[in-house]
């Protein structure tokens, strides 16, 4: 299964962005992301749980939050994709 994170800079930032989504009916979960993932100390990752991040990063950026990265779990491998 395909799971798409996106990143963000603070749990409060997380937050946010799983706020918007969800009142968009897209389901997300919230975790701290991998040290691996971010050079940021206090990262989280908003988990995509429905799929496809397109009308996800549109809807955030309408909202006004930009996420710091966005990457695909594929296989147990994570890919950067391009915001």
């Known amino acids: ?3 798409y994170w996106i990143i963000a800079r603070s749990v409060t930032y ?3 962005m799983e706020k918007a989504l969800t ?13 691996e993932l971010s050079n940021l100390g206090c990262a989280y990752a908003v988990e995509l749980t429905d799929g496809v991040p397109h009308p996800a990063l549109a809807i955030l950026r309408n909202a006004g939050l930009w ?3 966005i990457y695909l779990l594929q296989k147990g491998n994570y890919v950067e994709l391009s915001l």
């Open 23 to 35: 009142a968009a009916g897209i389901r997300t979960r919230i975790f701290r992301a991998p040290r």
């Open 1 to 3: 299964m395909e799971r």
């Open 14 to 16: 997380a937050q946010r």
């Open 67 to 69: 996420p710091v990265k």
